[in-house]
């Protein structure tokens, strides 16, 4: 199976008035082997989890684009623009593929894009078309919306905070995806707003 992997991670705080510049990025922006995600950053990458378990399960791993930043304002425009436009390119280069994993935040915001995440998401299935199996993985503070949900085939958000779960949730999308590109599973995805706000940490 041929799986490409990338991700655009960043928590965005409306209210901020500064902006999340490029070089915020810089830190944490690169394309190839996930197995260069730098721990302590205070960004937490599901992708060295995809790649170690798609290398033993035989799976051809292609990495696009993976960058990170810190939580901020929202994102300028062309940095957002220029990071997205190039993991798409980079996704055209490497098609045909079975099925695409996204690392994203879920809570970010860009000058233009009030739903970055639905924005990037769509732009790949219209890569991919309809039948290849996009998997996205998401922190626990995210947001959800009806366009990522029509475009993406599972979505999986951690479960714990703090975040200590990212592993666990990884290895939930990949099998998902895998099965899905098997032909063995059909997910069907949903929306239901509770309507509540809560922020509980999970463990004592």
């Known amino acids: 199976m041929k799986i490409y992997c990338a991700g655009i991670i960043a928590e965005t705080n409306s209210f901020v008035s500064r902006s999340t510049p490029l070089c915020d990025f810089e830190g944490l922006l690169f394309e190839g082997l ?3 995600c730098p721990a302590g950053t205070g960004v937490t990458f599901a992708a060295p989890t995809w790649e170690r378990l798609a290398r033993e399960r035989g799976h051809q791993f292609l990495v696009g684009v993976l960058a990170g930043a810190m939580p901020g304002g929202l994102t300028e425009r062309a940095p957002y623009e220029a990071m997205r436009d190039t993991l ?5 280069e490497a098609s045909p593929v079975d099925a695409v994993l996204l690392d994203l935040h879920g809570a970010m915001m860009a000058e233009g894009y009030p739903d970055v995440e639905g924005d990037l998401i769509e732009k790949i299935r219209a890569v991919v078309g309809p039948s290849v199996p996009i998997g996205v993985h998401l922190d626990l503070h995210c947001h959800l919306t009806e366009k990522m949900i029509d475009n993406a085939t599972v979505v999986v958000t951690m479960k714990e905070w703090p975040h200590t779960d990212v592993p666990e949730r990884a290895i939930e999308v990949l099998n998902v995806v895998e099965k899905v ?3 063995q599973l059909t997910p069907v995805t ?4 509770c309507r509540m706000i809560g922020f509980y940490p999970t463990k004592a």
Request: without cysteine.
């Open 190 to 193: 949903s929306i239901w707003d």
């Open 181 to 183: 590109a098997r032909g």
């Open 34 to 36: 996930s197995q260069h």
């Open 88 to 92: 798409v390119q980079r996704l055209r």
